[in-house]
């Protein structure tokens, strides 16, 4: 093959998990992964050369063919084409380069969050399922890597976040709540009900910094600046609470697009920098919204429908249900569905509905 295929992705993104299955089982394509979580200096490249902020973006050569739905959907005449095209024809110049030689993978940092962040992206590659939701808790709590990973978090009892920038604290708890739950689903096993389900949102727990941390504490308490969780009479932390000052000082609803519950109705899991928190926040919202478990449009009967996420966090989104809407349009990435949205906007005459959560575990 003269030519080559490349791919724009990052990892634990579920649509480029399907993307390289597609091309490497169905189609029996190699490809070049560019991958911006290891090369983030070229996010502006893949953003320009496609038009979108999503990923995965997909090059022939330099033909740009789009994400995996707009793979998936080639014809068989179409998918002829570029084939024929990478067979015969060497890239030409503004084809998407390669990029460098991975140097070799360095476990010596002394940051707790930076050690613990590598780990967990060696864990999401090797246990994520073909489409990028599931996750192999068996397999991951038998790994060497699993075990390097829990030694770890011992450090994170000295992690100071008193001077840590919003920036810092957004991008370390969303990481530490995400692995935390998969932490406690592998040892602990996922909970199966309600009680069960109130259990371990309220004490599955790390130290850090001093103190215990439980993932309600994580969300609610530093994530949404100490706001009350679902059915809650109170606030996570009191005013006399040393843990209130790592609180951020204004809630962040896009967290709600990037924390993981275990559940097949999360968002799909994958890991944050302090420097690009708030770009790869607007990338898992639109990500989140492109989806069908994030919102749906339905014309014909005028209807909004979307995750219940955005029910029951609805303070963080809108204090209207047209409010919410305003959101989420803001937010979506352009094609047919903001337009679509748009349009009933604009025509003030819609209704949102919630579609049901999912509380099966997220395992293969």
Not at 128 to 134: A, E, N, Q, R, V
Not at 167 to 182: G, P, R, S
Not at 188 to 204: A, D, E
Request: overall charge neutral.
């Amino acid at each position: 093959m003269k030519g080559r295929v490349t791919i724009f992705s990052i990892t634990g993104c579920p649509f480029c998990v399907r993307a390289k299955t597609k091309l490497r089982d169905e189609l029996n394509l190699e490809f070049v992964d560019i991958n911006l979580d290891r090369h983030p200096e070229r996010r502006q490249e893949a953003m320009e050369r496609s038009g979108k902020r999503t990923v995965p973006q997909i090059f022939f050569n330099n033909i740009h063919v789009g994400g995996f739905d707009d793979l998936d959907k080639l014809s068989a005449d179409k998918m002829e084409e570029l084939i024929k095209e990478i067979k015969e024809h060497s890239p030409p110049p503004e084809a998407p380069q390669p990029p460098p030689p991975e140097p070799s993978e360095d476990t010596g940092s002394p940051n707790a969050d930076d050690d613990l962040r590598h780990l967990i992206l060696q864990l999401y590659n090797k246990h994520l399922s073909p489409d990028g939701k599931g996750v192999d808790y068996t397999a991951m709590g038998q790994s060497t890597q699993f075990q390097d990973y829990v030694k770890h978090t011992a450090e994170l009892q000295r992690v100071n976040l008193e001077t840590a920038s919003r920036e810092e604290k957004l991008a370390f708890f969303i990481n530490i709540y995400n692995a935390l739950v998969i932490h406690a689903t592998v040892t602990k096993g996922p909970p199966v009900n309600l009680w069960q389900r109130y259990k371990f949102f309220n004490t599955v727990s790390y130290i850090i910094g001093g103190h215990v941390y439980c993932l309600n504490d994580i969300e609610n308490g530093v994530l949404r600046s100490n706001r009350r969780a679902i059915g809650a009479i109170r606030r996570p932390f009191s005013k006399k609470d040393p843990r209130l000052k790592i609180a951020l000082d204004q809630p962040e609803p896009k967290v709600h697009f990037a924390l993981v519950c275990g559940a097949k109705s999360c968002p799909p899991i994958k890991t944050y920098s302090a420097k690009g928190v708030d770009e790869e926040l607007n990338v898992a919202a639109e990500a989140f919204l492109e989806g069908e478990d994030g919102c749906r449009i339905n014309m014909i009967k005028r209807e909004i429908r979307l995750s219940k996420i955005f029910q029951w966090y609805k303070e963080d989104f809108g204090s209207s249900n047209a409010e919410v809407a305003r959101f989420v349009s803001r937010h979506m990435a352009e094609g047919e569905k903001k337009s679509q949205l748009d349009e009933l906007l604009h025509r003030k005459d819609f209704k949102v509905s919630y579609m049901p959560y999912n509380w099966a575990l997220n395992s293969k």
